[in-house]
């Protein structure tokens, strides 16, 4: 079988870690919250054995790779930055870049600032949405309120006190509750309480989880914890002044999207997905995976890596 190899590799001041695979044309696959390069465990073999080079990383803040502190050292910029620096460090001029859900922002907006450097993108759960006319926390606190999670993730300090407190517990309930195998999430925590809290500890892990699976995240994490990746969420405003010039620009690349059906990014919003087409102007697919729920490549791992190799095939 495939070996999955790991190194570290120079990137805007990190000492980046990544798990790759395979060689040919470049594949850069960028995980979410609160994941690292192990989500992408299933897509490294797979993609190598298709005849491809597959690099996930550790993003900034996460894992191995870690971070630093300042929370204006993660805007899309910064994020985007690593992504192409990357590339550039694996000594390549272009790259597909694959993201899901955190990952999947980054990916569009790679596309979207450096055309040039994107061969295709591939957006696994979070479709594009084109920027807002109004800062982003502001319209969730109006609609949402101070509960929604994203919104109390701007508070200092007690998100991540939460959720480092127990890291096994963490990971079982939040990659349980997000998943297709539990009821619908609804990510809005009670007064005073933290994410766990709507999280439910489940009786039986699903089929595409187990607790090596567990004891490997809590471990991943264990040295950087939690900081780094909710300051992701601390720069959503700070993102949207940011993006300003690109407000309702065009991605051009090859796109691809995939999501399943029962995940909680797509609550309501499946009738808007066509939407994409006017601001992605090559949206070769929309993929929705019955049953499946936020974690697209770990749940479907063979539906994902049979849709991501067809398209690079076809770039």
């Known amino acids: 079988m495939t070996e999955i190899a790991h190194r570290r590799i120079p990137v805007n001041g990190l000492d980046m870690h990544i798990a790759e695979a395979g060689s040919g044309p470049l594949v850069l696959l960028l995980h979410g919250f609160p994941e690292c390069w192990y989500s992408w465990r299933r897509q490294l073999v797979a993609l190598a054995e298709a005849g491809f080079h597959a690099v996930a990383p550790d993003q900034r803040g996460y894992a191995r790779t ?3 502190e300042a929370v204006e050292e993660y805007t899309i910029h910064h994020l985007v930055g690593d992504a192409v620096a990357l ?4 000594g390549e001029e272009q790259a597909v870049v694959v993201g899901h859900d955190w990952g999947a922002p980054v990916a569009w907006h790679t596309a ?5 450097v994107v061969r295709g993108v ?3 759960s979070v479709p594009h949405r084109p920027r807002s006319s109004r800062p982003p926390v502001q319209v969730m606190r109006e609609q949402l309120g101070e509960g929604f999670y994203m919104v109390a993730f701007q508070r200092p300090d007690l998100p991540e006190a939460g959720l480092e407190r127990d890291l096994p517990d963490t990971f079982r309930r939040m990659l349980y509750a997000a998943s297709g195998d539990a009821p619908m999430l609804v990510p809005i925590l009670p007064d005073g309480g933290g994410f766990l809290d709507v999280c439910p500890a489940p009786d039986e892990l699903p089929g595409w989880l187990t607790e090596e699976d567990i004891a490997v995240y809590a471990a991943e994490y264990a040295h950087s914890g939690f900081r780094g990746p ?3 969420y601390r720069n959503l405003d700070r993102n949207w002044e940011l993006t300003a010039a690109w407000h309702r620009a065009p991605i ?3 796109a691809l999207y995939v999501a399943g059906e029962r995940d909680m990014v797509l609550a309501g ?3 808007r997905l066509h939407r994409m087409h006017d601001y992605v102007t090559d949206l070769r697919d929309i993929v929705l995976l019955p049953g499946c729920g936020h974690w697209t490549q770990q749940e479907r791992p063979d539906e994902v890596n049979r849709e991501l190799i067809a398209f690079l095939r076809s770039l």
Do not use: E, Q, S
Request: glycine share 8%.
């Open 252 to 254: 051009t690349p090859p």
């Open 87 to 90: 590339i550039a460090a694996l």
């Open 269 to 271: 919003a499946k009738d």
């Open 230 to 232: 909710v300051n992701w």
């Open 66 to 68: 870690g971070g630093p």
């Open 122 to 124: 591939v957006a696994l």
């Open 112 to 116: 979207l600032f450096r055309p040039d």
